[in-house]
């Protein structure tokens, strides 16, 4: 459809706005309930603090790669070691942070889960004045609306951004009918997100419980000799398949429980590459296109609702890769050994860089469920670490062939406990999946009002 504004033209070329933003501006401009995001900020915008001294225990470091729209990510979190942090970047309930660079303005609120973290240099923290609503700026922060007044006041060269300055400035809806539809939904997705990780964390704490093995009992050799058939018969010529570190902690839960490999329980089917010719992003998007998931847009042991790209929807059916919920996704490209479910609001196409796993009938005999295999590839000992073990570098790039994956021994506890764990498991995500219908209908309630603002 074909529309057409009428707009000063002095007003285009004094702010230096494109076209598209000018259609913006005027729906901002007919809506008389708007105000600069500098009327909201109670304190900054401040700037997190740069560390790269990643190690294994510490503060989780919060980068723009694990800020995610309206969540923190802690899929592939780094943790550092600072004994002191700024007090103007101590973070509260409540916070919003806005990637600076990157994807600029992607909008994260804090939750209880995340005050303890630390926030890396491009992100920017504003706390918002008691007197306004968190949740609903949070929800328009993420609005196509909000993104495409940040990607018109972009600044820089080599690595563009978002300036304090020019961040203020932009334009805030703040209509009451709106912020009554839209706040105690994003209100609910927190509680939602908060619930379910919490749950998931319980399941992966039950399984170690019962699996019973001490695993800080395992050495980490600096130095190991190896014999060449074991090289031989894998045909994986790797320190780390060699590792007795990694082969220890199989031996020692092999002394307890049987194992069984996962390609004789599930099916390994590998995702697609599609083209860059066919991505789609966020703001270009038809609204039959179809989320395109590659490695970095697992999210929290799920699908991000906003991911990177979309594909046409022509694309998602020649390929037929037949993805539904209780599917099981697995890292084995790049960021290798992460783990995800598939949950009912989930339409998605997975990369080249992700399997897609689902039980056998063969893996009834065991009391196997798709919650049960997920715990245990979402955690180290029996996900990451067997993974790492049979991982190849093509160039710089890591690779998990799906045949070497479907080696990995997976231990068959008793059926009460696998009870137990998938009971939790399907809870979790049944309230991620309510989360995700909540977000949707927020992203919809903000575009559409804008959408029926000019006619």
């Not at 060449?228 to 002394?255: C, G, H, M, R, V």
């Not at 847009?297 to 890769?321: A, G, H, R, T, W």
Request: charged share 30%.
């Amino acid at each position: 459809m074909l529309r057409t504004i009428s707009i000063n033209k002095l007003i285009i070329e004094k702010n230096k706005w494109t076209p598209k933003y000018a259609y913006i501006f005027k729906k901002l401009e007919i809506s008389t309930n708007t105000m600069q995001l500098n009327e909201f900020i109670s304190e900054g915008p401040i700037n997190g603090i740069d560390s790269r001294n990643f190690t294994k225990i510490g503060k989780n470091y919060i980068r723009i790669s694990d800020m995610k729209r309206f969540f923190v990510s802690y899929s592939d979190i780094k943790k550092v070691e600072i004994n002191k942090i700024p007090k103007k970047i101590q973070l509260q309930e409540k916070d919003i942070l806005i990637s600076r660079k990157g994807t600029p303005g992607i909008s994260v609120i804090i939750t209880r889960e995340d005050i303890d973290d630390i926030i890396g240099t491009e992100a920017i923290l504003i706390r918002i004045k008691k007197c306004y609503d968190p949740y609903y700026l949070v929800a328009f922060f993420n609005s196509k609306v909000f993104y495409e007044q940040i990607l018109n006041n972009l600044s820089g060269t080599v690595a563009s951004g978002i300036n304090h300055p020019s961040l203020k400035k932009l334009k805030i809806l703040y209509d009451d009918n709106l912020i009554e539809k839209i706040s105690d939904k994003v209100k609910k997705t927190i509680e939602l997100h908060v619930k379910a990780n919490s749950i998931l964390h319980n399941a992966q704490n039950i399984f170690y419980q019962k699996l019973s093995v001490d695993f800080s009992r395992i050495k980490k050799e600096n130095s190991f000799l190896t014999n060449i058939s074991n090289l031989i018969e894998k045909d994986l010529w790797t320190p780390a398949y060699s590792y007795p570190f990694y082969i220890n902690i199989l031996k020692t839960i092999q002394k307890k429980w049987q194992t069984v490999p996962v390609g004789e329980i599930a099916t390994v089917k590998k995702g697609n590459e599609v083209g860059s010719i066919y991505y789609n992003k966020y703001l270009d998007k038809k609204d039959t296109d179809i989320p395109f998931i590659r490695t970095s847009d697992l999210v929290n042991y799920e699908v991000d609702q906003f991911p990177d790209f979309y594909i046409p929807k022509e694309i998602y059916q020649e390929l037929k890769q037949d993805i539904k919920m209780g599917d099981i996704i697995f890292t084995k490209d790049g960021k290798i050994g992460m783990a995800a479910m598939i949950t009912k609001n989930d339409k998605v196409i997975i990369s080249s860089g992700i399997v897609r796993l689902r039980l056998r009938n063969e893996a009834k005999k065991y009391n196997f469920t798709p919650e049960y295999l997920f715990v245990i590839l979402s955690l180290k000992e029996t996900g990451l670490y067997p993974s790492i073990r049979r991982t190849v570098v093509a160039s710089t790039i890591p690779h998990l062939r799906e045949e070497r994956l479907k080696d990995i021994e997976i231990p068959i506890l008793d059926k009460d406990s696998i009870d137990e764990i998938t009971k939790l498991v399907k809870e979790a995500f049944e309230l991620k999946d309510i989360k995700k219908k909540l977000i949707n209908e927020v992203r919809e309630e903000i575009d559409n009002y804008f959408e029926n603002l000019i006619k």
